[in-house]
């Protein structure tokens, strides 16, 4: 039998590393702790290493604002560190609107909405559009223009600095990922999602699949947030190159056969059935 | 009948690739046109709001919004706690630091710690350096404005609580004196503030000891006015540098060929 701790390992973690990173921001402003100061679109590490959205710069960018190099070092920063780890590794194990859309996710499943409504009335290529979108708006406004309603900074920055009616953001993607898309927010309109997604495309540790270990029970599409990227399930054995891929690691662990786990990316030639 | 029913076939065909491509991409154009035009219309409501004391440093507010990056380490930086980052339901551009001096006002460090940590620039060290050292005197985060209606000293009552509380005493307000005709043995002591020295701290305005502050901080924009570069102090040899700026355009008004009878008779045919 599996153990507990086998079956949730990544989701545990991921839970850890979300509240620590919250608990460790928070500290920073309340209390001068030094380890974390800022919060996610800029910050240092211990007074001394920056990180910078990268996004937000690139926003910035398009609205014609001067880049200083504090910024450019802690976008780079944070660029590298995510083609190492996986792109969108932010988006399961950083940030804290993960943990509002897998709580609607959670209870979705529980109360069957999914049974409710059968098919996804949205594309999830909504959130490259968006992602275009605000760096036109960027250019038009001149103003970094998703950072004005990015719910992301608005949860984040209500935690460390105060929330006002940042609850209202938070009970709104709630409810739309509850009762009216599945994965609505993070999985189709999120452009940071849709921008560490294409970031993703290039990153090192990814999920790999042995097909030979796989007995096709289909948990792993079931429990995952982007089941498109596992479309080699039980055919090829691959890595996930998909950009979408969260590294978020449910599949892995909810995988009894050993089919799934995380590796260094794997050029897709090497590991067809045939080139081996 | 016939007709009906070769209709409704006709409704039942598939769309063609070709059609469904060009429909799709008509609705994609679509939908980001009216997102967009949603989007920038949010975005230009809420950066209107002018109102808003920026901490010391700060660029230009147009400029200021482009390169925040609202990461809020200038208010975890401020040891007074004066700097706050604007909340969802503040009505404030969202994310961006502000103060609000009746609360706390700016006590101005003499080492500024809010605007060395600025990442990005927002907060320009520059503008707030005098000979390569920190001078928060240079700092220009406002300009106070005394209501004179509600201000006691302007009622002829002795008060000077916002003088004594400018950290720049005696040179960002000044007191007038000049005689109460009402009692004729008594004198006014005017607080006037020096626009110029004034850098809009606040100190001021938390000390006003009227139910609402009448000596209040506005952003510099907001309170003042522009001569523009057609008035110039003939008498004074700094100001007429500006005249460098002027433009040499001149405008020139058409002369009408018609008599004058005609004009000032126009438009009397209905009399």
Same mark, same amino acid.
């Given at each position: 039998?599996?153990?507990?701790?086998?079956?949730?390992?990544?989701?545990?973690?991921?839970?850890?590393?979300?509240?620590?990173?919250?608990?460790?921001?928070?500290?920073?402003?309340?209390?001068?702790?030094?380890?974390?100061?800022?919060?996610?679109? %800029?910050?240092?590490?211990?007074?001394?290493?920056?990180?910078?959205?990268?996004? &937000? $710069?690139?926003?910035?960018?398009? &609205?014609?604002?001067?880049?200083?190099?504090?910024?450019?070092?802690? &976008?780079?920063?944070?660029?590298?560190?995510?083609?190492?780890?996986?792109?969108? $590794?932010?988006?399961?194990?950083?940030?804290?609107?993960?943990?509002? =859309?897998? /709580?609607?996710?959670?209870?979705? =499943?529980?109360?069957?909405?999914?049974?409710?409504?059968?098919?996804?009335?949205?594309?999830?290529?909504?959130?490259?559009?968006?992602? /275009?979108?605000?760096?036109?708006?960027?250019?038009?406004?001149?103003? $970094? /223009?998703? @950072?004005?309603?990015?719910?992301?900074?608005?949860?984040?920055?209500?935690?460390?600095?105060?929330?006002?009616?940042?609850?209202?953001?938070?009970?709104?993607?709630?409810?739309?990922?509850?009762?009216?898309?599945?994965?609505?927010?993070?999985?189709?309109?999120?452009?940071?999602?849709?921008?560490?997604?294409?970031?993703?495309?290039?990153?090192?540790?990814?999920?790999?699949? %042995?097909?030979?270990?796989?007995?096709?029970?289909?948990?792993?599409?079931?429990?995952?947030?982007?089941?498109?990227?596992?479309?080699?399930?039980?055919? @090829?054995?691959?890595?996930? =190159?998909?950009?979408?891929?969260?590294?978020?690691?449910?599949?892995?662990?909810?995988?009894?056969?050993? &089919?799934?786990?995380?590796?260094?990316?794997?050029?897709?030639?090497?590991?067809?059935?045939?080139?081996? | 009948?016939?007709?009906?029913?070769?209709?409704?076939?006709?409704?039942?065909?598939?769309?063609?690739?070709?059609?469904?491509?060009?429909?799709?991409?008509?609705?994609?154009?679509?939908?980001?046109?009216?997102?967009?035009?949603?989007?920038?219309?949010?975005?230009?409501?809420?950066?209107?709001?002018?109102?808003?004391?920026?901490?010391?440093?700060?660029?230009?507010?147009?400029?200021?919004?482009?390169?925040?990056?609202?990461?809020?380490?200038?208010?975890?930086?401020?040891?007074?706690?004066?700097?706050?980052?604007?909340?969802?339901?503040?009505?404030?551009?969202?994310?961006?630091?502000?103060?609000?001096?009746?609360?706390?006002?700016?006590?101005?460090?003499?080492?500024?710690?809010?605007?060395?940590?600025?990442?990005?620039?927002?907060?320009?060290?520059?503008?707030?350096?005098?000979?390569?050292?920190?001078?928060?005197?240079?700092?220009?985060?406002?300009?106070?404005?005394?209501?004179?209606?509600?201000?006691?000293?302007?009622?002829?009552?002795?008060?000077?609580?916002?003088?004594?509380?400018?950290?720049?005493?005696?040179?960002?307000?000044?007191?007038?004196?000049?005689?109460?005709?009402?009692?004729?043995?008594?004198?006014?002591?005017?607080?006037?503030?020096?626009?110029?020295?004034?850098?809009?701290?606040?100190?001021?305005?938390?000390?006003?000891?009227?139910?609402?502050?009448?000596?209040?901080?506005?952003?510099?924009?907001?309170?003042?006015?522009?001569?523009?570069?057609?008035?110039?102090?003939?008498?004074?040899?700094?100001?007429?540098?500006?005249?460098?700026?002027?433009?040499?355009?001149?405008?020139?008004?058409?002369?009408?060929?018609?008599?004058?009878?005609?004009?000032?008779?126009?438009?009397?045919?209905?009399?």
């Amino acid at each position: 039998m599996k153990t507990l701790w086998n079956s949730y390992r990544y989701l545990i973690l991921r839970r850890f590393t979300q509240i620590s990173l919250l608990v460790l921001y928070f500290g920073g402003n309340a209390w001068g702790w030094s380890v974390l100061r800022g919060n996610l679109s %800029s910050s240092r590490i211990f007074d001394f290493i920056p990180m910078s959205d990268p996004y &937000a $710069a690139l926003q910035m960018l398009a &609205a014609g604002a001067l880049l200083s190099v504090d910024l450019l070092i802690g &976008a780079a920063v944070v660029t590298l560190f995510y083609l190492l780890i996986g792109g969108r $590794a932010f988006c399961s194990w950083v940030c804290p609107v993960n943990m509002i =859309t897998d /709580a609607a996710n959670f209870l979705r =499943t529980k109360i069957e909405i999914n049974r409710l409504q059968g098919k996804q009335p949205a594309s999830r290529d909504m959130r490259y559009w968006i992602f /275009a979108l605000s760096l036109v708006i960027s250019f038009a406004m001149g103003i $970094a /223009a998703f @950072e004005f309603i990015s719910p992301i900074s608005m949860v984040h920055r209500g935690i460390v600095f105060g929330l006002g009616f940042g609850w209202a953001a938070m009970l709104i993607i709630f409810l739309f990922d509850l009762f009216v898309l599945k994965n609505g927010w993070c999985g189709h309109i999120c452009p940071l999602g849709g921008f560490y997604s294409l970031l993703g495309k290039f990153s090192l540790i990814r999920v790999l699949h %042995s097909e030979e270990n796989c007995t096709l029970c289909m948990k792993c599409k079931d429990v995952c947030p982007e089941h498109q990227v596992l479309h080699m399930i039980g055919k @090829e054995s691959l890595s996930v =190159t998909s950009g979408e891929c969260t590294n978020c690691g449910r599949c892995v662990e909810v995988c009894d056969d050993d &089919a799934l786990g995380f590796s260094i990316r794997k050029p897709a030639q090497i590991n067809k059935k045939t080139g081996e | 009948m016939s007709e009906n029913k070769h209709n409704m076939a006709k409704k039942r065909e598939p769309l063609s690739d070709r059609r469904k491509f060009i429909l799709n991409m008509a609705r994609g154009v679509g939908l980001a046109t009216m997102g967009g035009f949603i989007w920038s219309a949010y975005v230009d409501e809420v950066r209107a709001s002018s109102l808003t004391l920026r901490p010391p440093g700060a660029l230009k507010e147009s400029d200021f919004l482009k390169t925040c990056i609202k990461c809020g380490l200038c208010v975890e930086a401020c040891p007074y706690d004066t700097l706050l980052l604007a909340k969802p339901g503040d009505n404030k551009p969202i994310g961006t630091p502000y103060f609000v001096p009746r609360e706390i006002p700016c006590y101005m460090c003499t080492d500024i710690p809010c605007v060395p940590v600025c990442p990005t620039g927002a907060l320009n060290e520059a503008s707030v350096t005098t000979n390569e050292v920190l001078d928060i005197n240079a700092a220009d985060m406002g300009v106070a404005v005394i209501d004179a209606n509600s201000c006691i000293a302007f009622w002829g009552i002795q008060c000077d609580a916002c003088y004594r509380a400018c950290p720049l005493l005696g040179e960002a307000i000044t007191i007038e004196y000049s005689k109460n005709e009402r009692t004729g043995k008594h004198a006014y002591m005017k607080p006037v503030v020096q626009s110029d020295v004034c850098t809009g701290c606040g100190m001021c305005e938390k000390a006003c000891v009227t139910e609402k502050a009448s000596i209040f901080v506005l952003p510099r924009e907001v309170a003042q006015g522009r001569a523009g570069n057609h008035y110039i102090k003939g008498w004074e040899k700094e100001d007429e540098k500006r005249l460098e700026n002027a433009t040499s355009e001149t405008t020139t008004t058409e002369l009408s060929k018609d008599s004058a009878l005609d004009s000032l008779n126009d438009g009397l045919e209905g009399y």
